[in-house]
């Protein structure tokens, strides 16, 4: 038998427990791994509270990216072998939070040496945001780029691609989080009442990217600053950036070899800022769901 951090009801945290589940053998297209990180995401605790409906059958497996050890394949995949140490997507909402899961191999990539297996585990929806964010609207260098939430997991990452590709990167975040935002290159401005014109006097024509992880009023309010509303791209509220003339995140084919690479050749590093065991799974989410995070929290086995 083997642990899984579960949800049986959707609400709050108190829905939250672990259960014990078979170590499940992988379908067709699947790896099982002995899990050894998994990142935790803002989705987890939304999606326990229904913020993407109720219709998953309870108990629900929490946790949506990992990295760990093959300890068995599937039939028809070819590019895994038993002991690989891979970083992937779990197949068929079977969690991350947890000692043994099973990954989409489509959704899987071998992890490379030079990424430890905590920082491997904030690739998979993390790193892939942060790429397709950067990168869905295409600027140059020397272009203005403006990220909200700037501080947080997928918001750090934003900032760092910005800078190998030259954008000129402004961040948003609370003033507990300017050292690590002036790090990665970028200009500081911290959030709060009146950031608009904060950021106005920064560039005063405006931007010619926004990447918002935020979302709702704040979005609202800097929306403006883009140069054109096109040019507005959100992973943290699709509605109010399409309302707004922009996007949600659209993921992009490739995206997981793509981000794996860069972080492989040390371009962007998630910074991870704690760590839980498995055990404390519940304060991990906690951390998270806090909305302030700093960097990515993961959770190790
Ligand atoms: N669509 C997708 O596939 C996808 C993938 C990944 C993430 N997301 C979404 O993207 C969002 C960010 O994810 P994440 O993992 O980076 O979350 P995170 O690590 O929790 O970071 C969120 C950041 O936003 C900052 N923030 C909160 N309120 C703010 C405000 N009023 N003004 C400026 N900054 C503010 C927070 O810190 P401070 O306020 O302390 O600065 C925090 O650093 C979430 O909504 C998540 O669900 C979507």
Do not use: C
């Amino acid at each position: 038998m083997s642990k899984v951090f579960v949800f049986s009801t959707y609400g709050g945290p108190d829905g939250q427990q672990f259960t014990e589940r078979e170590v499940l053998p992988p379908g067709a297209g699947e790896i099982a791994i002995e899990v050894r990180a998994a990142g935790v995401n803002p989705a987890d605790w939304k999606r326990r509270e229904g913020a993407f409906g109720t219709h998953d059958p309870l108990p629900v497996a929490m946790g949506l990216e990992a990295s760990g050890v093959v300890t068995a394949v599937g039939d028809g995949v070819q590019d895994f072998a038993v002991g690989d140490e891979v970083l992937g997507t779990p197949a068929r909402g079977l969690g991350a939070f947890a000692e043994h899961t099973v990954l989409d191999a489509a959704q899987t990539v071998v992890k490379p040496e030079e990424i430890s297996f905590t920082d491997a585990a904030t690739i998979p929806v993390a790193g892939t945001a942060a790429y397709d964010l950067t990168h869905q609207v295409e600027i140059e260098a020397g272009q203005t780029l403006l990220v909200l939430g700037a501080g947080g997991g997928v918001g750090r990452m934003v900032l760092q691609i910005a800078k190998v590709h030259g954008f000129n990167a402004i961040g948003v975040a609370s003033e507990s989080k300017r050292e690590l935002i002036e790090a990665t290159g970028a200009t500081f401005v911290p959030s709060g009442d009146g950031v608009a014109g904060r950021v106005r006097e920064v560039v005063p024509d405006g931007v010619d990217l926004l990447a918002d992880l935020v979302g709702g009023r704040v979005l609202r309010e800097l929306a403006p600053l883009a140069k054109t509303p096109s040019a507005i791209v959100s992973a943290a509220d699709a509605v109010t950036a399409v309302e707004l003339g922009g996007s949600g995140r659209e993921p992009a084919e490739g995206v997981l070899e793509k981000i794996t690479g860069v972080v492989q050749y040390g371009l962007v590093d998630p910074h991870v800022d704690r760590t839980f065991p498995l055990e404390q799974a519940a304060e991990a989410i906690a951390a998270v769901e806090s909305g302030h995070s700093t960097g990515k929290i993961v959770i190790v086995a």
